[in-house]
Each structure stands twice: as C-alpha cells, then as structure tokens.
C-alpha cells in the first residue's frame, strides 16, 4: 500500500528557512499531482501548496505565497516544499498527499478525502 513519507522538519527561528521533502519507495510519484497540507494545534488541516504531473503548482493560502515554493524530483522520486521568511503562525504538522482524481492539482484543497497516501506528518515549529 503506498504511504507517503516526510522528512526535513524541526525547529527554526523566526525569518528562517526549512525544506522538507516528501517521498515513497517503490513507487513513481512522478504520476500524481502531489499536494502539502499543514495542520497546527486546534486547527483543522490546511492545503499549502500543490504540484501537478506537469510541474505546474497550485497555492492555497495566501499567507505563503512568495515564501513557499513546492518543487518536484522526479529522478529522486522527491516532491519538496522549500520554505523561507518563516513566521510563528507557520508553525504545524506538515503532511503530504497525493490528488486521488487525477494528475492536475484541484483548484482548491477543502475535499480532504480526495487525498491520499497521506504520510504521518514533520512538526515545523517557528520559535524564538
């Protein structure tokens, strides 16, 4: 069964940077649009960003958008969400999916159960 794995969180300081990556033996995600989700405590998961088989990306929040960038590497079999300006509200669980329904990322991320795949989450925690 294809599970998805996430690695690269941690601890940074305000105004720093992290890039986690998202990956899975065995299986090409080259195929799948593949999408980041982040949860903080007492909040429900949140969409961040998207990458289609193409390589064209999709953002759903605001808030990221000129901090975050998602990126694929197909010949490592990686999808990466590279993070910069952190703040503390960007503190959370970031987990990565794969877009069930097809190879282009949907236009937005509320249908949760249109994901799958999901790995168990790294812990981003922006602090001073």
């Known amino acids: 069964q294809l599970q998805l794995a996430e690695s690269g969180g941690g601890l940074v300081q305000p105004g720093g940077s992290l890039r986690l990556s998202c990956g899975a033996s065995?299986?090409?995600?080259?195929?799948?649009?593949i999408a980041w989700f982040r949860q903080a405590p007492g909040k429900e998961r949140e969409g961040v960003l998207c990458?289609?088989?193409?390589?064209?990306?999709?953002t759903y929040q605001d808030s990221v958008e000129g901090r975050f960038t998602i990126s694929r590497d197909n010949a490592r079999n990686t999808v990466s969400l590279q993070m910069n300006a952190l703040k503390p509200e960007d503190t959370a669980v970031y987990s990565c999916?794969?877009?069930?329904?097809?190879?282009?990322?949907?236009?937005?991320?509320?249908?949760?159960?249109?994901?799958?795949?999901w790995g168990q989450g790294t812990q981003v925690t922006v602090s001073s």
């Open positions: 065995r299986y090409p995600l080259a195929n799948y649009a």
């Open positions: 990458i289609s088989q193409s390589g064209g990306s999709t």
């Open positions: 999916a794969i877009f069930l329904l097809g190879n282009m990322c949907p236009e937005d991320s509320h249908q949760l159960t249109d994901f799958g795949a």
